[in-house]
């Protein structure tokens, strides 16, 4: 994998109390540019929490990406009493803009914890389709951020498929559901969503012989100009995504889960990956047919 140069966030840092009641501060990663504002002045330790925390998160989507997705970005912290994160909320509609909640007891363990800003920043990744398509949407921000914040170095790569062991079989059709554009209940736009991104990930490998994965299809829709700043057409997204991989992966797969059920057998899939659950830890066979494909998946970026 090209090792990529990133401008670490730490490296350009600057804050400005603009009134008593709000901070501000300002980072540069990945070619992108990040204003943050808290809704009240937080104190100095949180401060330093929550800028480290938006950093680190930004650097996952920048590793995935090789770049930060938007130009720039105005993050608008609140807070809660208590700790961790939530609510977070990505739009695109009057400039890239994430509101997002955290705990003012956090500490940097639950910072370290979270995934939801991740999972808001590769959403600034994509364009935004039309409502029948969320799946697309949710679904490729629920399968690329823990991926991302492995490569990063955040996330072990037994964390990332234990998760998605036991989250992807929600994504599953239930009785009487349809395919992904008709059926709009909460798994099957999540969870069925990053099923169709799995799905699409390991074919492309497959097809490239392990050269190409679905982050090539991701990164050529964001480098043809498609963030969340851009209402697209999903076809356009994934013609788009085809060519930065040179295989039709991403239309022949959405032609054939847009509009039927399409079940899938996981326990099949975790045995060609070479991915076991013994006792409730995860251990990784590397004799499986597709190990050097799941191990592509997770391998954190050398630096
Ligand atoms: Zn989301």
Redo the contacts with the bound molecule.
Sequence with gaps: MRVILLTLAMAWLSFADRTIAQSDAHLEIGGGKIDLTFSSAPDEALRKLALAWVASSARAVTVYYEQFPVSHLEIRLRFFEGHGVRGGR?TGRDGALITVAIGRSSSASDFAEDWVLT??MV?LAFPSVPEEHHWI??GS?TYVEPIARARAGGLTPEKVWGDLIDGLPKGLPQAGDRGLDFTRTWGRTYWGGALFCLLADIEIRKRTGNKKGLEDALRAILKAGGTIESDWPIVRSLEIGDRGTGVSVLRELYEKMKAAPTPADLSALWKELGVERGGGKIEFIDGAPLASIRKAITQPVSR
């Design positions: 990505t999972h808001e959403h949407e949710e921000a």
